[in-house]
């Protein structure tokens, strides 16, 4: 695993963390976004930090490594990659995470899931079923930043490469709304 302090290194450089007035995917505000799409900019990023979490996983014969899509499809190939592992990802059909394109997790296979950030792991846990509902066993979960301060229990193995807490609020009570009088910003890219 790579040390926090190297994570936090990789963050800065690629310049990960936004301030502002945001509106994340779970529907809460916050001041701070981990826009972790930056990092993918950067190959040798991508490949070291995918390499720090691949290496959680390393004894668990994983068979196949799942990303939602669109945030967790390159880290999920590149954990997969260090894993010699099979890739696919799961996208978003009229507003349901499903796997299309042909993919398919045989039954007994040993499945990580791999995503970008979490805050409330809503996409994970729509995966992890998906993979359940196939037949498959989730073995693990990877995320490059664990927004959640590592209060999510996704009932398996979760290994973050940034575990850290984004203080965020609910829409109705947002002080940012009060203070700032805009809206926040949305800069992911799931509709809400």
């Not at 701070?32 to 990092?39: E, G, L, T, W």
């Not at 720090?52 to 990303?67: C, N, P, T, W």
């Not at 979490?118 to 994970?124: P, Q």
């Amino acid at each position: 695993m790579l040390s926090k302090e190297r994570v936090l290194e990789i963050l800065k450089a690629s310049e990960v963390l936004l301030e502002g007035h945001f509106l994340l995917t779970s529907g809460r505000h916050s001041n701070q976004y981990m826009q972790c799409a930056r990092i993918l900019q950067y190959p040798w990023y991508t490949e070291e930090i995918a390499g720090g979490l691949a290496q959680a996983f390393k004894d668990d014969e994983v068979d196949i490594v799942v990303g939602p899509a669109m945030g967790g499809i390159i880290i999920a190939y590149e954990i997969a990659r260090k894993l010699k592992a099979k890739n696919i990802f799961a996208e978003r059909e009229n507003g349901k995470m499903t796997l299309r394109r042909g993919f398919s997790i045989p039954k007994g296979a040993r499945v990580v899931v791999a995503e970008d950030v979490i805050t409330t792991g809503g996409s994970v846990k729509e995966v992890m079923e998906i993979v359940k509902e196939q037949g498959g066993e989730v073995v693990g979960v990877a995320v490059l930043v664990d927004r959640s301060n590592g209060t999510i229990d996704f009932g398996t193995k979760l290994q973050a490469a940034l575990t850290t807490e984004v203080i965020s609020y609910d829409a109705e009570d947002c002080p940012l709304c009060r203070e700032l009088k805009t809206p926040p910003v949305k800069p992911g890219s799931r509709n809400i």
